[in-house]
């Protein structure tokens, strides 16, 4: 057990957690799980079976502290955060979400057929290229030198608005670890999202920008995409950043803010989840292979992290190293906010 | 000077690294004996435990067509130490990378065969069978297999072609008798370049004292290295943002504020992005207070020049990546930055008898 900075947690620690709500640390160093979280229904399938690796945020943790908000409405994307404010499950956490991060998750059972989303990064409309310099509405450059994100728990969305689970696979068909893809935009084949689902016609997608509360509450490594090579782990605390974005603006930030430069938005175990994107749109699943373009709005994002935000109890989890959190976690914490009123994503498109 | 891969030769810096130029003297008379003709039992090279924090066993970073073996790893300690392996029969792969330097070079840039001298410094070598991102400081090579080729065939380091240091091999009974048990096979360009690479993958760094405090001694860090520590992961010197927590490298490249006009283009030379101007490997730091100079050109000779140029927020160039911003340090706390700089030495890995020349 590692004692550091007045929280305990466990070193290495792998145990399979059955049933979950806020861990504790035996003096083995094995991880429990005591009580409840309080969950929403969420909309993902969650994940049986399979090995599940990490340790816990040893906190009291805030089960039933998320709370729907916004939805999906209009022409793209809408969003929110958690879910809510149903009764727990043994299985599930504050997010509604499986409480646990497995990495070996099985095919859902029954016939299906691939469909890829085409992740298409665009800034003001116009494809934005990674590593090169970008015009901006205003006048002036942005150069992209990083972008990464997670995406999670997608389902989609049936005719009647029920959510259909849906399994998120690498190109040979096998399921993604943890259920989540990595998205690093200086990787082309990371730009999309592939899933396998039953043949039919579906008014939308939804995933989370990042990651569930599951496997936000880690602090055991885990394996990739989950590992400090994303480049976003949280370096001295638990949890990760949902998405990661550095770009350099050529003209004065008179023009853009100083956000346009950086914005890093992380989650806070138990208590500040990954935002829920809902994206509206037709989509069929047929036995002919779809590929569907998703368009990625880094205007959005940046429009986001200046955005009004309430940051009167931001801070990072314990323990992390004192002084106060950089510029770059506040501007992602006030798009973590803002996700609901912003359409990052949309479907359709070149 | 052009650019040319090397060998297992080191190219380190705060922020990127990669290997590099390197090569020089020390020439190590080459043992053709192998450890069992030497019949003196050694450690095995391959029974080691993750460093804290990394993921996967040893064993499986080695790739599906080059198993990782104990005879595998010892050959290519073997070959490690061979001059054989140069044009001139002047230096080896250990020219370049000393174990007392945590198999870093010393030098600002290494130098081959003739005197020739490289471009980059030439990084240490720990744990890097966990990168996969590429190799070299602009991360050019996908794999350690394919690495260890380079910089035998570079012509600033041993200048010799694959084909002639394989019929080098051949001609040794005692190589040949080694590789058939390794590989099953007389040497070759794959199995000559495999080996390499085993003792390599072999090396691993993990008993640093902040190896011990991640793995739970909280008592392992004295008091100012813990707040060199706090200061390393505070947004403060945004330290963090490049060498994360237990494996202290991202795996990335960033520009690290060291390019200057004119001067070496890094990653962008690989992929002609824009972006990619200055940009090198991010090293990891264990044992960085042994791998003096820093830098991928071994530009600044002691790790006192590294915080500062950080705490300037480098060179100026406007290629500057947007993490690296300007902060400042009082005297103790860059004395503490420093001590915990120093706790991530592994006296063991400097030492350890089993990556000696046998």
New interface residues.
Partial sequence: ????KGISFT??SISLILGCGNASSTPEGRETNTGGAATGSGFGSGGTGGTVTGSSFASGGTGGAAQAQGSGQGSGQGSGQGSGGELATASTGPDGFPAVCVNSLPLIPGEREPVAFSLKLELNGKPLI????NALAGGGTL????LRFYISEVTLVDASSQRVPVDLVDSGGHREPYNVQFVNAEAPESLGLRVRAPVGTYSGVEFLLGLTDGCNNTFS????PL???S?L?W??TFGYLFLRY???V?EPLTIMPSTA??VHMGGGVHERMAPKISVLGAITVAKVNAELPLKFALDEVLKGATMPADLANFALPPPA??????A??LAGEHLRQNVPKLTIFSLGGP | MKETPRLLVKDRSVHGWSWQPALGFLVFACSATPDAVNLKPTPNLTEVSSP?????SLASTAPAENELTESRAKLGRRLFFETALSRTREVSCSSCHEQSHAFADPRPVSVGIEGKMGKRNAPGLANLAWV??GLFWDGRVASLEEQAGKPIEDANEMDLPLAEAVARLNSDASYVAEFQAAYAEPPSELSLRQALASFVRALVSSNSRYDAF???D?LALNDSEKRG???F????T?C?HC?????L????FFNNGSYEPGGDIGRKGL?G????LGKFRVPGLRNIALTAPYLHDGSLPTLSDVIDHYAKGGRGD??T???IEPFELNAAEKADLLAFLGALTDQKFLTDPKFVER
């Fill in positions: 057990m590692l004692l550091r070193a290495l990674y590593g090169e310099n150069l992209l030198s990083n490594p885990l394996d990739a590992d400090e090579a480049q782990k370096p001295h550095e770009g350099m050529t430069q950086k190293p004192p002084g106060p959190p950089g770059e976690i | 804290f924090g990394f993921t996967g996969r991102t991640l793995a739970g909280s520590s706090d200061l992961f505070s947004s403060r945004g963090f060498h994360t927590e237990r494996t490298t991202n795996d990335g992929t992005r824009t972006g990619d406007p290629s990546d947007v993490q």
